[in-house]
């Protein structure tokens, strides 16, 4: 069973920047593609961005994010982090990471079904 736990949510002016963690346990981490997704509050839950187990783990932003979030991770701590720069009102949501553990070398899913394991979520709210 996989645990993941996200942090560094909270409260940031427009403009500002955040750093998310997911800090994983229970499973081999070095193995799994992970992703970032967000809710807003009536709104379905959308792809942020995501980071591939294999090579030197290639990533995959959506377009509404691309050159503001990056996303990284060690292994060694198994941890993926999501360094969001240029912060606007709309990235006010619900943050998750997911893992999925299936994923077949330098793919990374779009869709929230082919992940397994989904964190409690962190939330980010960005004020004017």
């Known amino acids: 069973q996989v645990q993941l736990v996200e942090a560094g949510g909270g409260l940031v002016q427009a403009g500002g920047s955040l750093r998310l963690s997911c800090a994983a346990s229970g499973g081999t981490f070095r193995r799994y593609t992970m992703g970032w997704f967000r809710q807003a509050p009536g709104k379905e839950r959308e792809f942020v961005g995501g980071?591939?187990?294999?090579?030197?783990?290639?990533?995959l932003n959506a377009d509404s994010v691309k050159g503001r979030f990056t996303i990284s991770r060690d292994n060694a701590k198994s941890t993926v982090y999501l360094q969001m720069n240029a912060l606007k009102l709309e990235d006010t949501a619900l943050y998750y990471c997911?893992?999925?553990?299936?994923?077949?070398?330098?793919?990374?899913?779009?869709?929230?079904?082919?992940?397994?394991?989904w964190g409690q979520g962190t939330q980010v709210t960005v004020s004017s």
């Open positions: 980071i591939t187990w294999s090579g030197s783990g290639s990533t």
């Open positions: 997911a893992a999925d553990v299936d994923a077949r070398p330098f793919t990374i899913a779009t869709t929230a079904a082919p992940y397994d394991y």
